[in-house]
């Protein structure tokens, strides 16, 4: 009962925050333990990716998608749907071929929102963070005021004008933040949900088409 009343306390504090929108984040993370496989089945299957990829834009259901440097990368799904979002990638050669771990979240921008971006595309690389919310006995009476700082602290970074896109998977499965030119992490270590606890941090280099959250 307690718990569902911190969470309760917590979506009530994102209201002002977040759009109405929703839709499905997709991580294709690096599986270390992939099979190998000859190169040229290797790039017959990521032919067929983009090829993906392609289609599933067109038809408006894929509105963001880039690798990571090192390996992996996202989607960004028009569908708050799991069920969906599913159907949707099971499409998809290297999905079929285990290429990846593939995690589906529920995603709500709160700076930014998806756009088509303009072609011919322009590749550009960001900066991409990810914070994962770890609600423990330690932080579990906190979580909402926590959690208020956070906002308010990622609110004050946009102002600098450095912020590209930034949203939340939900009440308690923490969000992304990306943003453009040279990192300090000190700055986004400084955010109150990692210095109290609450939030564990991981950095990757994203590549993405310029123009995919409406960014100029």
Request: proline share 4%; with cysteine; net charge neutral.
């Amino acid at each position: 009962m307690r718990y569902a009343l911190i969470i309760f306390l917590f979506i009530l504090s994102q209201v002002a925050f977040a759009q109405d929108k929703q839709y499905s984040f997709v991580f294709l993370n690096k599986k270390t333990d992939a099979v190998q496989m000859p190169k040229e089945q290797l790039d017959k299957i990521m032919e067929g990716h983009m090829a993906n990829i392609n289609r599933l834009a067109k038809e408006g259901k894929l509105l963001a998608a880039g690798p990571f440097e090192g390996g992996g990368g996202i989607f960004i799904l028009n569908t708050k749907s799991n069920e969906e979002a599913k159907q949707w990638l099971s499409t998809d050669p290297g999905v079929q071929a285990n290429r990846w771990n593939i995690e589906i979240l529920p995603f709500t921008f709160r700076i930014a929102s998806p756009c088509k971006a303009p072609e011919p595309y322009e590749m550009v690389t960001y900066e991409f963070i990810r914070f994962d919310a770890v609600v423990s006995k330690f932080t579990s009476a906190t979580y909402p005021d926590i959690i208020r700082k956070h906002d308010a602290f990622l609110k004050k970074l946009s102002e600098t004008g450095n912020v590209v896109m930034e949203g939340t998977f939900g009440a308690h499965d923490g969000g992304i933040l990306i943003m453009r030119g040279a990192l300090q992490r000190e700055v986004i270590e400084a955010d109150p949900g990692l210095q109290e606890g609450l939030l564990e941090i991981s950095y990757k280099k994203l590549w993405i088409a310029k123009g995919s959250f409406c960014e100029k």
